[in-house]
């Protein structure tokens, strides 16, 4: 039987000495008792004290400049971890900005709890214009996935715990709580407030699939002449690494893993179709979905990207992510961890195989990608000006000696290119733009992969892409973080040769010596014109385990427009078409 936390003592003014506490104690009882041991995120106003309370009763409290980069940190340290990762922020201005990381959370699936401070009900609710005031639970509910706000002292237990239920449990998401001033600063008795604070049991159950389902996508699979395993970072998340790679190797099948599931298995995998990604997406014929969503990064599996006979096999534990952009001829509803392992149960030896003739396909395909690539890259190891390739082949080499480093990757180019360059060998080692594909989550993704793991961080940032985040330098410097930020500086937003009409610079130019940057707040910086000074600062700042980063000089020329997306652009004018006279 569990116990309740110790009651705070409190001297009462006019009043003998009592057992009192108050909501900002509660909150963090109500959170030791369920196991939070990190929370993320920017003091004020009117949530000072709890930070501080929090720390000293044993939470380690991780202070950011920008309460959106906190709130990023809190949803991968939910992805890494499986358990919500805890951000706090302050009322009005400062929830907004965490608000941004929490519907990006949500979007990817990743538990995380916002706690954030507000102001007084009474005068918001006839909007008198209180200090900061928003409605922050209705402004957060359309975002997230579930929204509560605890209007006494004594719910602050049940409203935790609920909140912690929530955003783990099924389809893991973000929940916003919102705990005005005077619920932080309610005294109440704290013997009747440690009775109300509950221990979470199994917060996220297993849920699995009736035996006729798994049998029939199985029996599905053992028809296919063209099978594949697509995994995304849900399979990652799910930590179900030894039934996916026993299912995938006891039955031979080609696998391709989109970037956050790339470690699942190792990227160099004789079973990998990653190099050979456009033909196996389009003549495949029967699909098992891992955690992986028919969304725009998959095409929504339509021609000409899949072929229009694809039958696809879905393993999502929301019923509702079902058939919304496919038919899905064999739906597997619950967690992948155990539906995983229910197909590795259920498949009979030699009932699964992979025809040869779908295996020479591939294997030719990946050869021929393979060589032009390598062509590619050895053509930019000697070019002048560095080049993306360049870059990214020298920091390649260096990760291989170093295959538990986490890789957090953002830009367009930056992104592309690296995506491709960069292999991973350990499962939930790359965290990225994930599926809303934003800018801005770099430097709150690296710091909370090196808290929660205490394992050094790469982080390869376009330099663009860093300007979001890039004051987190700091924080990563104020605590020690073993964090390398690898910038591929092309002085641009996708390139940096990008031509004004005007006196003032192109609206996508830039310009900064970002390793003087670093050296301001204490760490080591760096600058790199070519691939074998990329690489020896790379090895010297890994070896070191302190915050550095590396400012490598690419070829303004170097670079596409939007990335790979240069089709999501409208399609109008030429923008850089002077107005006739």
Known sequence: MTTAPAPHTQQTSGRAPGQLTDGNHLVVDALLRNDVKTMYGVVGIPVTDLARIAQASGIRFIGFRHE????HAAAAAGFLTGKPGVCLTVSGPGFLNGLVALANATTNCFPVVQISGSSERGIIDLRRGDYEEIDQLATARPLVKAAYRID???????????????????????????????????????????ESLPRIVDPAPRQLPPVS????????????????????KGAAYAQADDAIREFVERNGLPFLPMSMAKGLLPDDHPQSVATARSLALREADVVLLVGARLNWLLGHGEP?????????IQIDIDP???DGNQPIAAPLVGDAASVMELLVERTKPGQITVPQAWRTQLAARSAQNVTTMSGRIEAAGTAHPMKFLGALQAIREVLRDHPRAYVVNEGANALDIARNVLDMQVPRHRLDCGTWGIMGIGMGYAIAAAVETGDPVVAVEGDSAFGFSGMELETACRYGLPIVTVILNNSGVYRGDDVSTTSDPAPTALRARYHLMID?????????????????????????????LIDCVIDPTDG????????????GIDSTARPAA
Not at 213 to 220: C, F, G, K, Q, S
Not at 304 to 312: G, L, M, T
Not at 527 to 535: D, G, I, K, L
Request: glycine share 12%.
């Open 320 to 322: 509702t992510e079902l």
């Open 304 to 312: 000409p990207q899949w072929s229009p006979d694809a039958q696809f």
């Open 520 to 548: 301001a707040f204490g760490g080591r910086g760096y600058r790199a014109t070519t691939p074998a000074e990329v690489s020896r600062a790379l090895r010297e700042a890994l070896a070191s385990g302190r915050p550095a």
């Open 152 to 194: 006494r002292a004594e719910d602050i237990g049940r409203g935790l715990a609920r909140a912690i239920r929530t955003a783990v449990s099924g389809r893991p998401g973000g929940v916003y709580l919102d705990l005005p001033t005077a619920v932080l600063g309610e005294v109440i008795d704290a013997r009747k407030a440690a």
């Open 560 to 571: 596409t427009e939007s990335g790979h997306l240069t089709n999501l652009n409208p399609k």
């Open 213 to 232: 389902a798994v049998d029939r996508a199985i029996d599905l699979l053992a028809g296919a002449e063209r099978p594949l395993v697509v995994l995304g």
């Open 68 to 71: 959106s980069d906190a709130g």
